[in-house]
């Protein structure tokens, strides 16, 4: 039991780390590909003094994001006067939470044999014995619902951050996200339910384990090969989740000021700015267990390398740990930078044309998908 603990709780610390680290990335990724789209240098100023030295880490303006953090803090807390302060006060906390949440159920590793990892210290890997762990924080034989579940409580705090701010914009905008919201996970439940008609679980971990082999000899076995149309309508339509461009009706700065969070300041502000750009890395994480085979590469097992024709490259268990952490890390990485991109590439919708696009464009081709993809498991070929 202590032994579990201990494993979770290094599991926990690990996946905090890991998205608050992705959140400031993303930030500092989004300002210099902003920068390099419209001609200009970007973020390079600010940088940290080494004490008693004039020696400066700048690190290509890594540290604005940093510099951002500190302002937002530091800023003065205004409120409206009409606001209702129970629903003004958690709204920022039912925004950000349920983002973090979500990762709990995301397996980010392959599989953890502790006592092989501390054979430098025999008291320890005695204390673990042979115990394995799936590098995941929750594991639940619901997981996929659960993400659903943790991502529907995202729209409360949007509507509820609106409707107390007591601001006729705030609760447009509030109206726009709880439309936008609703609209779209309908898009992401159906595209989805295909992966599970294939895989038959909503386990996430079987979901991974059963994208480790591979496809006609030399295709990875992953979800996007298997359900290339679902995986473009899952991150079109949890892209639009996030609210972002072209999807940003919700904040449309032009029409709405800051839409529903127009009458936040300081750090609740940023708690709803921060889970967007943690939400990008949630989003990505999601796209990379469900679509790309997870922390999987291609020819990678337990015990190294198996080529084709029988090469093998023996790996003592903490590199293939290491590899795998790292494979999981970098596919959710370029996914994310893949959103930015996107971000920065499109024009915004009209509302009227954002939700038409989903209901009578996104929601058939759903449809469609799962109707093909039911038939085809049918008849048994695949």
């Excluded at 386990?203 to 059963?210: A, G, K, P, T």
């Excluded at 529903?260 to 502000?269: I, R, V």
Aim: charged share 15%; glycine share 10%.
């Amino acid at each position: 039991m202590m032994r579990d603990l201990v494993v979770v709780l290094v599991f926990i610390s690990y996946a905090i780390l890991v998205l608050l680290l992705f959140g400031v990335l993303l930030t500092w990724v989004e300002r210099k590909l902003a920068a390099v789209m419209s001609d200009r240098i970007g973020a390079n100023r600010c940088y940290l003094r080494l004490p008693f030295t004039r020696f400066r880490i700048i690190w290509l303006g890594l540290f604005q994001a940093v510099a951002d953090g500190l302002k937002m803090l530091l800023k003065e807390d205004f409120r409206a006067d009409a606001h209702d302060r129970f629903g003004y006060a958690i709204a920022p906390w039912l925004v950000f939470t349920p983002v973090l949440l979500v990762f709990a159920v995301v397996p980010f590793g392959g599989e953890i044999v502790p006592s092989e990892l501390l054979d430098f210290s025999p008291g320890a890997a005695a204390w673990f014995g042979g115990e394995r762990y799936e590098m995941q924080i929750a594991r639940l034989d619901a997981g996929l619902l659960v993400v659903f579940a943790f991502g529907g409580l995202t729209v409360i705090g949007s509507l509820l951050a609106g409707w107390s701010s007591g601001n006729k914009f705030s609760l447009l905008g509030a109206v726009r996200a709880g439309a936008q919201m609703i609209s779209y996970e309908v898009v992401m439940g159906l595209s989805v339910l295909g992966l599970v008609l294939l895989y038959g679980t909503v386990d996430l971990i079987d979901i991974v384990h059963q994208q480790s082999g591979s496809l006609l000899g030399f295709l990875p076995a992953w979800g996007i090969f298997l359900q290339p149309f679902a995986a473009i309508l899952f991150l079109t339509a949890a892209m639009a989740e996030n609210k972002r461009v072209p999807f940003d009706l919700p904040e449309a700065e032009s029409e709405l000021i800051a839409g529903y969070f127009t009458e936040y300041s300081a750090m609740k502000m940023g708690l709803f700015m921060f889970a967007e750009f943690i939400e990008v890395a949630v989003i990505a994480a999601l796209f990379t267990t469900l679509f790309l085979g997870g922390c999987n590469l291609p020819f990678l097992g337990d015990a190294g390398f198996a080529f084709p024709g029988g090469g093998t490259v023996a790996l003592p268990h903490g590199a293939v740990v290491a590899i795998q952490l790292a494979v999981f890390l970098a596919k959710v990485f370029l996914v994310s930078a893949f959103q930015i991109q996107v971000r920065w590439s499109l024009p915004r919708f009209r509302y009227d044309q954002l939700l038409r696009f989903g209901w009578t464009f996104l929601l058939p081709l759903g449809i469609v998908n799962l109707t093909a993809t039911a038939v085809i498991s049918w008849a048994g070929w695949v």
